[in-house]
């Protein structure tokens, strides 16, 4: 604008701070509204449906930016801008202040996806992933060689005195000591 008018852009920008404050104040408003839909307002906020949309899809609210401007027919015009992987992708919506907010309707096919209320829907159509047959070698079966069983060794008499049950002792029996 300022080279339009052939003067300093330095004179142009101080001019510049409170349309921009506009702007950003008219972008904060239309996340308050509430989205038109075919059966009407929803009752959701814009930023709700916004944020439960990209987060069905998977994606951060984090990198999401407002903006808004005025028509030449002096309605406001509200852009979002996402990044998804390495696509910049945007959407525009209409906002009409009022009462409760105001609402705001979808102006292109990105703003209609991020609104309607069926979020469970792929954004592509998904291929089938083909059945990978893996062939591996096969190995041979493993003989488990169990050693075969050593008798026990014979346990020699000088280990613990045999000690006799406690019927023996108390009836007086004399036993031998074993079994």
């Known amino acids: 604008m300022a080279a339009a008018a ?5 004179r142009v920008e101080r001019f510049a701070h409170p349309v921009l404050l506009e702007r950003a104040r008219a972008a904060e408003l ?5 989205p038109v839909l075919a059966d009407g307002p929803a009752v959701l906020t814009l930023l709700e449906v916004i944020t439960t949309a990209l987060m069905a899809r998977g994606l951060s609210t984090d990198s999401t930016t407002w903006d808004a401007w005025r028509n030449e027919d002096g309605r406001w015009t509200v852009q979002l801008a996402w990044k998804a992987g390495r696509s910049d992708n945007v959407a525009h919506f209409r906002y009409a202040p009022g009462a409760h ?19 469970e829907r792929p954004l592509r159509p998904l ?6 047959a893996f062939t591996e070698p096969a190995l041979p079966p493993v003989v488990d ?11 020699s008499r000088r280990g613990k005195p045999a000690i006799p049950a406690w019927e023996d002792v108390l009836l007086g029996v004399r036993s031998s000591g074993q079994g």
């Open 101 to 119: 907010g105001g609402t705001v309707t979808a102006v292109d096919d990105e703003a209609n996806a991020l609104i309607d209320p069926n979020f």
């Open 145 to 155: 060689e169990a050693p075969e069983p050593q008798p026990a060794p014979a346990r």
């Open 30 to 34: 239309a996340t308050a509204a509430h």
């Open 6 to 10: 052939g003067v300093d852009i330095a």
């Open 127 to 132: 291929a089938p992933v083909a059945q990978l």
